[in-house]
């Protein structure tokens, strides 16, 4: 007999639901309209999550960029029909929802608008597990009497958890700094899927003796380990773990809720979710498919990336690798690649690789493979050697630091210091040159994380220039009948 059917207390599992955010940023490259997530919403209210992710991450960019649509206003029309569940969102800290660190005026600016637009949970991550970077973030999360969620990402140097940088004690003392900081719970962030079943077990089981908080754990079923990680975790007492209605889970995506429902159903874990209306509103899912088919990965036959367990190199990151070398007619030089990157991470620190260390990581390590070590070196790599993603979890190799330092523009002095302690204000200076066209806060705040993209949005928006054809809705083609 498992933990699971001994006699204890009742101690359900919640779930979050990641399909509006997560789970098509996963498998349809964050395409889902918000047109088709209101046929569900209020069904979706009624299933009695922890939470709903419905915001943050991508979407932010892809919304404005790629589907037309003012990324503001999805929270806002969402909490028009879902009224009970808590809405949260992915932080990137300092990077807010874009791909560098933003000055303090613009943080606060972003999450005051945020709370105000509908978020409840704001899930707050750093590449670099840096907890300066949480701080400006956190004092207005408060501020708004909003739920602050501590995200540590979850790295690894060797197959299992271990070795001199990602072990249990890194782990346990991130989740204390955390608690100490006000978290109202603690969330592991496997971004790539590695956190292997018994280690999540030993994970849990400590964070449980030293954490009063709830504890979470996210994880993607990349590798192919995810549902028995979240088995041993729940096993050990996980609070709350994120999944996907089966459509959208699986591949790169979370695991799928109605198994998870089942297999705990009868013991003290049991969620008491209902598993019909689950499979309910998968169909809608199925239903709109072919709109978003486009979209799936359709490379390979697996559905997981195997490869993953061996080099630890997050899906996205190998797609972003696999593009680059397509570019410099280098394709044939992808197993070198594969091996520079364990040094380059090394020599940088040792980075969790998550967005955006793992683009600047492997695009550096692209460079190196293609142009000889460090004899190009690409701009963000630069600012994260100088000290401008924050410190990282190991010392960076004083030799390279010399030699990616030597031209840098912002000096060869790496600075130790809060990273945005060194950024002037930017939102006065934004709205100068934006001027009449972004006519209202969120507009500013668009431009003020996507320059480019923000200021063409908005000639969209008002009408300044037309909506392309690419970037307009798109009905979903009539479903095959028959076999």
Not at 98 to 105: H, I, L, V
Not at 260 to 283: A, F, H, M, P, Y
């Amino acid at each position: 007999m498992t933990d699971l059917m001994k006699d204890g207390p009742i101690h359900p599992v919640k779930f979050q639901d990641n399909t509006f955010r997560d789970g098509h940023q996963s498998i349809y490259a964050t395409r889902m309209r918000t047109e088709d997530m209101i046929p569900i919403a209020e069904e979706m209210d009624q299933m009695g999550f922890w939470a709903m992710e419905v915001w943050g991450g991508a979407t932010f960019d892809t919304m404005h960029r790629f589907l037309g649509e003012d990324p503001w206003e999805r929270p806002k029309i969402l909490k028009k029909y879902i009224k009970k569940t808590p809405f949260t969102m992915l932080l990137r800290g300092q990077n807010l929802v874009g791909y560098r660190n933003y000055a303090d005026d613009v943080v606060r600016a972003f999450v005051d608008k945020a709370c105000e637009v509908g978020i409840d949970i704001f899930r707050v991550f750093d590449a670099l597990n840096d907890i300066r970077n949480f701080e400006t973030c956190v004092e207005r999360i408060k501020a708004n009497k909003k739920h602050f969620e501590g995200a540590i990402c979850y790295s690894l140097t060797e197959p299992h958890m271990g070795g001199d940088v990602f072990n249990m004690e890194y782990y346990k003392k991130m989740a204390k700094s955390l608690e100490a900081m006000g978290a109202d719970s603690i969330v592991i962030k496997d971004m790539a899927g590695i956190i292997a079943p018994y280690d999540s077990y030993d994970l849990f089981t400590e964070l449980k003796k030293i954490i009063k908080v709830p504890l979470h754990l996210h994880t993607h079923y990349t590798s192919g380990m995810a549902s028995m990680s979240y088995l041993k975790a729940i096993e050990a007492g996980v609070d709350i773990v994120d999944t996907c209605l089966a459509p959208y889970a699986l591949r790169t995506s979370m695991p799928a809720i109605e198994p998870l429902v089942v297999t705990l159903q009868g013991t003290k874990r049991d969620s008491g979710l209902n598993v019909r209306k689950l499979i309910k509103l998968g169909e809608h899912l199925e239903k709109i498919a072919p709109k978003y088919q486009k979209h799936l990965a359709t490379n390979k036959l697996s559905m997981i990336d195997a490869g993953v367990l061996a080099h630890q190199i997050p899906g996205g990151m190998i797609s972003n690798l696999v593009s680059q070398l397509k570019e410099m007619n280098a394709l044939d030089r992808l197993d070198e690649v594969h091996a520079e990157i364990p040094r380059t991470r090394r020599e940088a620190g040792t980075p969790p690789l998550v967005t955006p260390t793992s683009q600047i990581v492997g695009v550096q390590a692209v460079m190196n493979v293609v142009a000889g070590r460090y004899k190009m070196v690409n701009n963000q790599f630069a600012d994260l050697i100088y000290g401008l993603y924050g410190k990282t979890p190991t010392s960076i190799d004083p030799e390279v630091q010399k030699v990616v330092l030597k031209r840098h523009k912002r000096g060869q002095t790496p600075i130790t210091g809060r990273p945005a302690d060194y950024l002037e204000p930017e939102l006065a200076e934004d709205k100068k040159k934006i001027g009449d066209l972004a006519k209202t806060e969120e507009d500013l705040l668009v431009y003020a994380l996507y320059p480019a993209t923000g200021e063409q949005y908005l000639k969209w928006k008002y009408g300044i220039e037309p909506l392309p054809e690419s970037v307009k809705p798109t009905a979903a083609p009539e479903a095959v009948k028959g076999k």
